[in-house]
Structures are given as C-alpha cells and as structure tokens.
C-alpha cells in the first residue's frame, strides 16, 4: 500500500549549501536577531518589545523553557527568542477579509511558512458544515457552537482537549478543571509529543518527574555531559550557562550524531570577547554517536564506573537507592563489541568519556529529543539515571539530571494538571476544594487521541494553542483523522495547518499572545510561568493587543466553562476571569509547592519549587529510594541498504512555525527540503550531493510512506545516520512507532530508503512557484 504525502502549496524551496559553522551567535546572530524583529514590527516596536523580554515586570520569552540567570543582562534574550517575539508582535493581521478572499481549500495547500506570515488572528472565525470559508463569529454564538456539540455527545469520552506548552500556569490550571468539571482526563498535550519518556523514567527512578539541577548547579558542575540537545538552535541561552561552568573549570561531552555548532565554540554577544569573535570553546569530547545508540554508550558508562576502584559511591548507593546488586551485574555482563556496534564510536573516545566522568564528582546529563523520541527512550534515560545514582551524582551541588524542557511554559502545564494519566491526589485535591466529583478513569494521550479520531470514538477536539496536525506523527492519518471530527476548534494566535484541515464544522478563537497587556473587570493582569528549572515567575505582557477581539485564554476557559458547565456550577469562573489572583489562591491549595502562591510570585524573580531529591536526597518511589533499572540493551537495527532519520529543528523555526527558509549554523539557505546523509552512505546509494531524492518510510505495517523531492546534502553526521526537518518529514513518522512506556513518537529514528528522482525546482523544469509566497 502506498500513501500519498498531504498537499501542501509549492513553496520555492531552493537550498542552498555552504560549509557547516563551527561556533554560535556572536555579532551576526545578533544582527539577525534584530532584523527579522524589524521586518515584523519596526524600529520602535523592536527596541520597546525586546527590552521586556525576561525582565523582571517584563514578560516571559514564548521561546523556550530554559530559566533566566539571577543577575540578568539588559537584554536577556537571545537570536531565537527575538524571533519568537517578533512571530506574536507582528503587525501583520489575518482579519475577516482575508478569510473571505481565501477559501478553506486554498489555505490547505499552502505551507506553514506562508501561512504564518500572514499575521495575527484577529477575529473569531467559523467554518460551517459544507462551507468554503471561514466566517467571522460572536464570541457568544462560537461558545454556544462548542457548548452544543459538547452535549450532544454520547460520553465526555468523546472530547479531547489538547494543550501546546505556551499555556500560563492559570490558563492551565482553568482548563484543565473545565476538561475534568466536563467529566473526562483526555488532556493530551505536546509533552505527550516531546519529554514525555524523561517523565516516565524520572518518576519511576527518582520518585519526581522533573530536572534535578537549578542553574547554579550548572555553574558549578565539573563535567557536564549534553546528550541529544541542540542547544544553539533551540536554547541558545543555556551556552551562556555552558561558557561560565567552563570558565569555573567544567569539562564538556557532546553526544550527539551531527556536529552542533553551537556546542564546537560560543562567541557570547553579551560579552566583548565573544562579540570580538574569540568566544570560548565548548566541547573537550564529542562522542558522535548513532541514533539510538545512547542506552549503550550510558550502560558502557556504567560498567566502567563499577569495575574502576573507587568508582561507585558506596555509601549514596547504600543509603539511598534500591535495585544496585542487579544492575551491576547486568552492566558487569556487558558486551564492548555490541557497544561498539550500537554506538558507532571509537574505544579510545569510550576510554576519554569514562575517565572524565571517573575525574568528576560533579556531574549533570543534560539532553533533550535526541534520548526521548526512541522506541527505547525510557531505558535509555532510565540508563542515564543509573550512571548518575552510581556516581552519587543526584541531590548533590553540582550535579544532577537536567531534561531541557521545550515550550515555555510546558513544565508549568504539567504541574497544573495538564495530563491524562492524573496522579489520584491532584483528583482529591480539586474535589476537596471545588466539591465537584472529578473522572477517575485514565484520559488519551496524544498518539491515542489521533487513534480515538480515526476510530470515531472522539468526536470534539479542541485545542488551547499548538498545531496539532503539523506536529503530530504520520501526517496523512492524522489528517484524515481529524477530518473524521464532527467540531474542531483552536484557540490560537497565528494561522496554522490544523486550521484547514478540519472537522466537520470548524472554529478559530484568537487570543492575547504573552507580549500583550491582559485587562480585565479588576485591572491589568499578569500571569506565571514556570521554567526547565522550576522557577516559577510572573509574566506581564506590554504591548497593545493585536485586535478588540481578541480574548485571554483565562478568560475564554472561564466563559467557556459558564457556557457548558451553567450559570450555577460550584466553580466560581466568573470571579477566576476578572481576577487571576483568585486563580492562583486556588492553585495554591491545590497543587504542592504553590503555599502563598501570590505573595511569592510578587517577587522579583519569583520562587523555586521543591524537588525532594534536589533538596533532600529524598526519593518519593514506589520504593522510597532511587532505583536502579537493568533493562536490557535495545538499539535501532537497519537493512542494508536503508539509513535512519531523525527528524529535527532547523535554526528558523520554532516547532511548526517556519520563520524562515535557513539554516545558517548548518550552511544551508534558501530551503527546507533537504536531507543530511554521510558522504560514504550517499556515494554507496549513488547520490551525489546536490541530487535529489525520494524519502520512503519503512515499517512494519506494510504501507510505505513517501516524502519526495529533497536535496541530497553530504553531510558529517554519523555513519548510517540522515537527518531533515520536521514538520516535513512527519508524513514518514508512523502513528504506531512509538517510546516504550510513554508512548512518544520516535520520530528520531525512522527507517528510510533513498530514491533518487528528478530535481523538483521551477528552474529545473518542477511545478512552478507559487507567486504569493
Ligand atoms: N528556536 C527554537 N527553539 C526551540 C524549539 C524550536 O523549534 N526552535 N523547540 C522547543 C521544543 S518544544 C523543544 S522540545 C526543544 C527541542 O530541542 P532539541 O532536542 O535540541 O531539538 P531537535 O532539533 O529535535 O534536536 C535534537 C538534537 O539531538 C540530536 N540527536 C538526534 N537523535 C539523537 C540520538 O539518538 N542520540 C543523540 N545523542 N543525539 C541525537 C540531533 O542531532 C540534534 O542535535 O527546543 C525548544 N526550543
Ligand atoms: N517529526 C517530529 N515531530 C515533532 C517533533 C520532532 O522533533 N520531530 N517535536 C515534537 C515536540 S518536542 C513538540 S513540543 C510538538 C509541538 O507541538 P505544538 O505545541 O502543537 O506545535 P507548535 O508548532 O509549537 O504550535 C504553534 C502554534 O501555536 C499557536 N500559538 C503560539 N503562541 C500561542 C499562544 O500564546 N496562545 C495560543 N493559544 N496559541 C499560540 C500558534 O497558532 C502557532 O501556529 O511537536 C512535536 N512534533
Ligand atoms: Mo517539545
């Protein structure tokens, strides 16, 4: 069986190759920063809005979830973060008119890149059973339409309700209560797509879920080991952190298959040196691993701590962890050969990783899609944790796990409650508070709720942010999925794929984006967030909203909820959407850590959130200890013939949304279609660089999936290993290939063969351009 790829419009893609990088940022990322951000929003707007990013009264960076430093710099931002910002405060608008002029089809054969320029939602905006286009709506009768074919389901069962981690803390927490006031755990959310295995494996091992390590930590590491992390590209401002544990002395293992400019050399813009371009190196060992190859090389760790003298951390392991003697001796047994082999590296570079990880006392892991998105993802974290507990290397300054959270506020979502598999305490404790009975019964994740959609079992989805379609796996079952859907409605700011591929009656609801001032019935609002590092802080936004229209996702949930849930309900929704401080009173009864939630946040910087392990060595698992696991060794096995993708960011986008056609730390400009092949694996296939070729996904359900029409680059990434963007490349990604355990897409390792095919460029004679991009 073979599946077609979904249309999407011909976007004058036209990569263009130069010589990879070999350090980050510095002036021209700078330079770069500061135009993308005037093109959106001109001077003015640029310096006012830059200036209030991640300072204190200032809102928080939409871009990623990496904290900010105590004393922080005037600029606390970074090249990505710009862009971020400048994406939400463009002065580009997508009003009723445009709907007008484009019908839902036309938008669906547009790409992402295309349709995000077109600017902020401004409008509520509703697509009618067998109409063409979008038609502005009143926020009262787009409620009602929701509200509608809410109770027209046969069971809660049958909504799902998705979150993208850009949600405030108070939004999260509301919605969440309305999903479960409603009467079903269908929370999936983008965690499910992301650091879900990280979850998984910290929970079962160290009793909490999170990051073990506060940015001091980081400062004061000796060894800091960044494995399946790009953190040039996609948090940049943890180099900085990076450069001061250096100077302090750290040393750095990069584990990663490609070459990351950003980890080789940092030219810090924040500094002379580095804006004089003699920044500081980074990386002291590059260990160029396979795909899939990181649960060896960790177990190989292993072993050669436990059989060095003085290697474990006798008295750690005595007193606080569980499970040692069978993890011993299930890493005593294993084979270097089948390291080797797994791992792709030399065992002289195996001998340099173990001897600085021996020379440590204090040491962090820090990584992030590169482990989770594996069929083997929660093992090989798991593998992770049984490096650091032999080292007792957790609760200790220094030292500790640091999964590098994606979205801004996606760690923050969680915490509120955002899950589908609720922790029965977080349940009691909302029916205490609320008296109102919550649901019991386990909810769908995000691969699940695609399943549920194909199946008909879900009728409703409705997303509070994201861009479900595009980020999710398989893009043609996801697609034909949704459009099973009887309502499909997306709170959101900007114009995206899940917008025109739709249910059967569709809805846009526009929203205030963090950088705009939020008033409500008592005032000027400000909501929180929490970082990678569980810091929890304030964000308040500066600017002007992008339309009258638009509403706040708090006060959207709070209406909402009225409209479905009745005038009477025990949830006081109407006070929640005039004040957020009462939001937070309510959250600070409710979920830990969050006591006397408003007066702490009114500090500058605001509070840390406890962790047990960080701050007391204490454990909180099903054995009251850290546990060691001995999973047996899992790495992806490959046909002659095939390569293994990853599929990855390239240094303009953010997630879905394409900033623009380069990838500059990489050296490719002008395009997107472009697949990274080792130069020995493209000479055995026959593709030169500069050829062009078919993508075609192979999995053992039988149906071959086709991405076509990619440049050829020859590239230094490891042997056997290619790699290309996503969203693109998700049409290749099978629904049913996912992690172990938390049930994560794999979508950094797909079986792929390469057929060679004509160059699809206008010039080269392929389907011309579309003149509007
Ligand atoms: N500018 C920008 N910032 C972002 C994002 C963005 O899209 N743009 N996205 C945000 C989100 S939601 C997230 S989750 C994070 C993502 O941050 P990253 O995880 O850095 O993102 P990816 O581009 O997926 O990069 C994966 C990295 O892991 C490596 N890798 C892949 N497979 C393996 C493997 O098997 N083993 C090892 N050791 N390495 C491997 C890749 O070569 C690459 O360097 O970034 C966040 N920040
Ligand atoms: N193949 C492959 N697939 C992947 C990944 C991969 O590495 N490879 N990575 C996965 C990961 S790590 C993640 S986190 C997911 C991301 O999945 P999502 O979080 O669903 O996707 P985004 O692209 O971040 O969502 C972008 C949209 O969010 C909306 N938006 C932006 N800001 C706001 C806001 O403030 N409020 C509201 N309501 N809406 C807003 C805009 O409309 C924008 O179009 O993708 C996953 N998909
Ligand atoms: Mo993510």
């Known amino acids: 069986m073979k599946r077609k790829p979904p249309e999407t419009d011909p976007v004058q893609d036209a990569p263009r190759v130069g010589a990879p990088r070999r350090s980050a940022a510095g002036l021209p990322a700078v330079a770069h920063s500061l135009r993308t951000a005037q093109r959106q929003m001109g001077t003015r707007r640029t310096a006012l809005t830059l200036l209030g990013v991640n300072q204190d009264g200032g809102f928080d960076c939409p871009g990623c979830a990496w904290p900010e430093p105590e004393r922080r710099h005037r600029a606390e931002f970074c090249e990505n973060g710009a862009k971020a910002v400048a994406e939400e405060a463009t002065l580009q608008r997508v009003t009723p008119a445009f709907f007008a002029e484009h019908p839902v089809a036309d938008l669906a054969r547009r790409s992402g890149y295309w349709l995000g ?16 286009h979008y038609e502005p709506v009143g926020w009262e009768r787009a409620l009602d339409i929701v509200a509608g074919e809410l109770d027209a389901l046969d069971s809660p ?25 409603f009467g079903t755990n269908n929370l999936p959310d983008c965690s499910n797509l992301c650091h879900e295995s990280s979850g998984a494996a910290l929970t079962e091992t160290l009793g909490v879920g999170k990051g073990s390590v506060l940015l001091e930590d980081l400062h004061r590491a000796d060894l800091i080991i960044v494995a399946g992390q790009n953190p040039g590209t996609n948090h940049p401002r ?11 002395g750290a040393r750095i293992i990069a584990v990663n298959p490609l070459p990351e400019a950003g980890l080789e050399r940092f030219d810090n813009p924040q500094t002379l040196r580095g804006l004089a371009g003699r920044g500081t190196a980074l990386t002291d060992l590059f260990l160029q691993i396979r795909l899939g190859g990181d649960q060896a090389l960790f177990r190989e760790l292993c072993r050669r701590v436990i059989e060095a003298d003085g290697g474990v951390d006798e008295a750690f392991v005595r007193e606080h962890t569980h499970g040692y003697e069978e993890f011993a001796a299930a890493a005593r047994a294993t084979d270097p050969a089948e390291v080797l082999r797994a791992t792709g590296l030399a065992a002289a570079d195996i001998d340099r990783a173990a001897e600085l990880v021996l020379a440590s006392e204090r040491t962090v892991v820090c990584w992030a899609m590169g482990l989770t998105q594996h069929k083997h993802a929660v093992p090989t974290i798991r593998e992770v944790v049984n490096l650091l507990l032999l080292r007792g ?14 979205h801004s506020n996606v760690q923050g979502d969680r915490t509120m409650g955002i899950v ?8 009691d404790a909302m029916e205490g508070e ?23 079992r879900a009728k409703v989805f409705f997303a509070l942010g994201g861009n479900f379609v595009a980020a999710s796996p398989d893009t043609s079952v996801t697609e034909a999925a949704m459009r099973r859907a009887r309502l499909t409605v997306h709170v959101s700011t900007k114009l995206n794929r899940s917008h025109c591929v739709t249910g059967a009656r569709a809805l846009i609801l526009p929203v205030l984006g963090r950088t705009e001032r939020d008033v409500q019935a008592t005032g000027e609002q400000f909501v929180t967030v ?3 590092m569980g810091m929890v802080h304030a964000s308040r936004g500066r600017l002007a909203p992008a339309g009258g229209h638009l509403l706040s996702e708090p006060a959207l949930v709070c209406r909402l909820a009225r409209r479905v849930l009745g005038p009477d309900h025990s949830v006081p929704w109407e006070e929640f959407e005039a004040d957020y401080a009462a939001i937070r009173d309510r959250i600070a009864r409710v979920v830990p850590g969050f006591e006397d939630f408003n007066a702490r946040v009114a500090r500058p910087g605001g509070f840390t959130l406890p962790h047990a392990p960080r701050d007391e060595r204490r454990f909180p698992t099903a054995t009251g200890k850290a546990n060691f696991t001995a999973a047996p060794l899992q790495y992806p096995r490959l046909p002659p013939g095939r390569l293994l993708l990853q599929t990855l960011r390239s240094h303009d986008q953010y997630n879905t949304t394409v900033y623009g056609l380069d990838d500059r730390y990489r050296g490719i400009t002008g395009g997107r279609r472009v697949v990274l092949v080792h130069p020995a694996d493209a000479d055995a296939l026959g593709l030169p660089d500069g050829s062009y070729a078919d993508l075609t996904g192979e999995w053992d359900d039988g149906v071959e999936r086709t991405a076509p029409g990619f440049r050829v680059v020859h590239y230094p990434t490891a042997p056997g290993c290619a790699a290309a963007y996503f969203p693109e490349t998700n049409v290749l990604v099978p629904l049913d290939a996912t992690a172990d355990v938390s049930n994560t897409p794999a979508s950094k390792s797909v079986v792929i063969r390469l057929t060679p095919c004509a160059d699809p460029r206008p010039a080269a004679g392929g389907p011309a351009s579309d003149k509007t991009v």
Do not use: I, W
């Open 157 to 181: 069962d049958e909504a799902l309700f998705y979150t993208s981690g850009r949600t405030s803390n108070e939004a999260a927490f509301l919605y969440q209560l309305f999903a479960r006031c």
């Open 420 to 427: 589908e598999k609720p922790a029965p305490a977080l349940l």
């Open 238 to 248: 943890m180099l900085s952190a990076l450069e001061k544990a250096k100077r302090g």
């Open 393 to 406: 290397a957790v609760g200790r300054p220094g030292a500790g796990v640091c999964p590098v959270r994606g």
């Open 117 to 132: 320029r077109q600017g902020r939602l401004t409008h509520p905006m509703y697509l009618a059973e067998g109409a063409d």
């Open 434 to 456: 609320f008296g109102v009975p919550m649901p019991r019964e386990h909810g769908l994740d995000a691969v699940n709720a695609v399943r549920a959609l194909r199946d008909g």
């Open 530 to 532: 929490e970082d990678s």
